[in-house]
T-cell receptor
C-alpha cells in the first residue's frame, strides 16, 4: 500500500528553528512536495524534491533521502505567521499529476 | 485576477438536495482537479481532467459527477447530498510537464449538509 507519515502537531517558539519530518512508503516515487495550509485557506506550494539532498529557499529548506523514504522541511527564524499546517505529498510514479498526501503537521508558533 | 476561483465559498443545504460547485482557472493550465478535505484535514483526490478528458477518477460515489466544458473550467455536481458529504472541496490546476508539476489551489468551498 501507499502511506505517508508526519507528526500530527508540533509547537515552537518565535525565532527558533523547527524540523518537520515525513516518511513515505509508496509503490513508486516521482518527487515529493511540501505545501503550507493556513487555517481556513488553500494549500500553497512550498518546495519540491526529486533528487537526494537539501533544497534551500529563503527561511525554508527541504531535504530528501530516497533510499530511506524520508524528507524533512526545515523552517528557520520562525515567525508567528508560520503557524499553519504543513502537508507532505508524494507524486505517484505512474502519473505525475496524482499526489498522495499526508495528513499534515499542525505547527503552532508561540511568542 | 484570482488564479483559481471557485464558487460558492460557502454552501449550506439539506440532505437529499442536489448542488453544484464551479471552478475556473485563468493560468492557462492543462489539468484541473477536485479534492475533498474532511474534518481530519485529509486531502483526498476525487477527479482530474486534462484538456477536458478525465484522467483521474478515484473511488467516489457516483452521486458525484465532474464536468469540464473547456480546459479552464471544471465543475462538480453532487446529487442526493448526504451528511458525510460535509467537507471542504478544493479545486486545483497544474501545467503539464515532466517532473515538478505544481498544483495551484482555489480558496475552497465549505459544504455543510444538514
Amino acid at each position: 500500500g501507499q502511506n505517508i507519515d508526519q507528526p500530527t502537531e508540533m509547537t515552537a517558539t518565535e525565532g527558533a528553528i523547527v524540523q518537520i519530518n515525513c516518511t513515505y512508503q509508496t509503490s513508486g516515487f516521482n518527487g515529493l512536495f511540501w505545501y503550507q495550509q493556513h487555517a481556513g485557506e488553500a494549500p500553497t506550494f512550498l518546495s519540491y524534491n526529486v533528487l537526494d539532498g537539501l533544497e534551500e529557499k529563503g527561511r525554508f529548506s527541504s531535504f530528501l533521502s530516497r533510499s530511506k523514504g524520508y524528507s524533512y522541511l526545515l523552517l528557520k527564524e520562525l515567525q508567528m505567521k508560520d503557524s499553519a499546517s504543513y502537508l507532505c505529498a508524494v507524486t505517484d510514479a505512474g502519473n505525475n499529476r496524482k499526489l498522495i498526501w499526508g495528513l499534515g503537521t499542525s505547527l503552532g508558533v508561540n511568542p | 485576477d484570482t488564479a483559481v476561483s471557485q464558487t460558492p465559498k460557502y454552501l449550506v443545504t439539506q440532505m437529499g438536495n442536489d448542488k453544484s460547485i464551479k471552478c475556473e482557472q485563468n493560468l492557462g493550465h492543462d489539468t484541473m482537479y477536485w479534492y475533498k478535505q474532511d474534518s481530519k484535514k485529509f486531502l483526498k483526490i476525487m477527479f482530474s481532467y486534462n484538456n477536458k478528458e478525465l484522467i483521474i477518477n478515484e473511488t467516489v460515489p457516483n452521486r458525484f459527477s465532474p464536468k469540464s466544458p473547456d480546459k479552464a473550467h471544471l465543475n462538480l455536481h453532487i446529487n442526493s447530498l448526504e451528511l458525510g458529504d460535509s467537507a471542504v472541496y478544493f479545486c486545483a490546476s497544474s501545467q503539464d510537464g515532466r517532473g515538478q508539476v505544481i498544483q495551484y489551489f482555489g480558496a475552497g468551498t465549505r459544504l455543510s449538509v444538514l
